[in-house]
């Protein structure tokens, strides 16, 4: 994708919490970005985190509030030049900021989205509804 856009998804979430994934922005391994929803036995107990890796360097930009138990997840980020915002949603109309970033990253960058269980944490099961890239 190149220039200003947007990318959206919405995730599915279970009682048990198991859904650990999101949304990537990629230029490069040193230069990416991510915005994912944790797993009830991560750390963040279910948050949406806002990640960015700049030079190897792993950085933790912010969280959502209050948006662990939700029955869906909304997850967006928006690029305007090098500065990406990351936001999440419990209804894909009210998002909350989850941090701002600026991260320099030249046209073209990949965009996507992602599953994981990081480190030794039990398996997850992340389901997506859709993944929309807007144009700004």
């Not at 949406?48 to 912010?62: E, F, Q």
């Not at 894909?92 to 944490?121: K, R």
């Amino acid at each position: 994708v190149t220039g200003d856009f947007a990318i959206e998804t919405r995730l599915y979430v279970t009682n048990d919490l198991k859904e650990h994934g999101g949304l990537l922005v990629w230029k490069d391994e040193n230069a990416y970005i991510r915005l994912e929803k944790t797993s009830g036995s991560h750390n963040f107990k279910g948050d949406a985190r806002y990640i960015a890796h700049v030079n190897k360097i792993v950085s933790m930009a912010g969280r959502s509030i209050g948006l662990a138990r939700v029955p869906a997840l909304y997850l967006k980020i928006e690029r305007e030049g090098n500065v990406f915002t990351g936001l999440a949603s419990r209804d894909g109309t009210n998002w909350q900021t989850c941090s701002i970033v600026t991260v320099a990253m030249t046209d073209p960058v990949m965009v996507g989205m992602y599953a994981m269980s990081p480190g030794d944490l039990p398996p997850t099961v992340t389901r997506f509804e859709y993944f929309r890239v807007y144009r700004k």
